[in-house]
């Protein structure tokens, strides 16, 4: 079947500037998570829904950024007056069920550059 | 806190050496989850294994091979007969039940790269 899918595979933007991210899980997939990752580093945790609600949005850097799920599959990572530093990969996974310790699957990620 | 050290940046092997990755992972929750994750140059983290703090018993999948022990706090990655094929960053991650349990937390990698 169908992984994960994330659209756009890479994001230009100028610095101030509002950007979206899109992310399909796995179909039937309960749980949803978005991670950064920036060169050299490994995934760091942003936010994890369950079903349509935010579980735990922990791992978001601030204000700036928010994600929603509003029917419970497709969820967007928004982020607003993009900063340079904003540069990374994010990535979206999603995991069957939303006990501790399910393996979550990932997608291919969407490469932002903030100029 | 969860923490996960991969100690080891970068590797490199002769092709058909065999080669192990080390994780050393600090948690305070009684049950926690492990994982490795395989990050080849096209970007995708493919899921290879999930072990559970319960079960220390080791595994075999083909050439890859895992060592869980919790008297070091470690989950050590073994290929054998290493391949072309094999380069990639590999991560270690940590889940546990209390602390952020729905989380993973990652190492920062190490670089294998295989030389032909």
Same mark, same amino acid.
């Given at each position: 079947?169908?992984?994960?899918?994330?659209?756009? =595979?890479? $994001?230009?933007?100028? $610095?101030? $500037?509002?950007?979206?991210?899109?992310?399909? *899980?796995?179909?039937?997939?309960?749980?949803?998570?978005?991670?950064?990752?920036?060169?050299?580093?490994?995934?760091?945790?942003?936010?994890?829904?369950?079903?349509?609600?935010?579980?735990?949005? =922990?791992?978001? *850097?601030?204000?700036?950024?928010?994600?929603?799920?509003?029917?419970? =599959?497709?969820?967007?990572? $928004?982020?607003?007056?993009?900063?340079?530093?904003?540069?990374?990969?994010?990535?979206?996974?999603?995991?069957?069920?939303?006990?501790?310790?399910?393996?979550?699957?990932?997608? *291919?990620?969407?490469?932002?550059?903030?100029? | 806190?969860?923490? %996960?050290?991969?100690?080891?940046?970068?590797?490199?092997? #002769?092709?058909?050496?065999? #080669?192990?990755?080390?994780?050393?992972?600090?948690?305070?929750?009684?049950? +926690?989850?492990?994982? @490795?994750?395989?990050?080849?140059?096209? !970007?995708?983290? %493919?899921?290879?294994?999930?072990?559970? &703090?319960?079960?220390?018993?080791?595994?075999?999948?083909?050439? +890859?091979? @895992?060592?869980?022990?919790? &008297?070091? &706090?470690?989950?050590?990655?073994?290929? /054998?007969?290493?391949? %072309? #094929?094999? &380069?990639?960053? +590999?991560?270690?991650?940590?889940? !546990?039940?209390?602390?952020?349990?729905?989380?993973?937390?990652? !190492?920062? !990698? /190490?670089?294998?790269? #295989?030389?032909?």
């Amino acid at each position: 079947g169908a992984g994960v899918s994330q659209t756009p =595979s890479n $994001k230009v933007t100028e $610095k101030g $500037k509002y950007v979206e991210l899109r992310c399909d *899980p796995i179909s039937g997939h309960t749980a949803l998570y978005w991670y950064r990752q920036s060169l050299g580093q490994g995934p760091e945790f942003l936010i994890y829904f369950q079903g349509t609600g935010a579980a735990d949005d =922990s791992g978001l *850097p601030n204000d700036r950024f928010f994600a929603v799920r509003p029917e419970g =599959s497709v969820s967007t990572l $928004k982020i607003q007056r993009t900063e340079r530093g904003d540069s990374a990969v994010y990535l979206c996974a999603s995991s069957p069920g939303t006990a501790p310790g399910e393996t979550q699957y990932f997608g *291919p990620g969407t490469r932002l550059l903030v100029l | 806190a969860q923490k %996960v050290t991969q100690a080891q940046t970068e590797i490199s092997v #002769v092709e058909k050496e065999d #080669v192990t990755l080390d994780c050393v992972y600090e948690t305070r929750d009684t049950t +926690y989850y492990l994982f @490795w994750y395989k990050q080849p140059p096209s !970007g995708e983290l %493919v899921f290879l294994i999930r072990r559970n &703090s319960f079960d220390e018993q080791n595994e075999i999948s083909g050439r +890859y091979s @895992w060592n869980f022990q919790k &008297s070091t &706090s470690s989950f050590n990655f073994t290929i /054998t007969a290493s391949q %072309v #094929v094999d &380069s990639a960053v +590999y991560f270690c991650a940590l889940s !546990g039940d209390q602390t952020g349990a729905n989380n993973l937390f990652f !190492g920062t !990698g /190490t670089r294998l790269t #295989v030389i032909p």
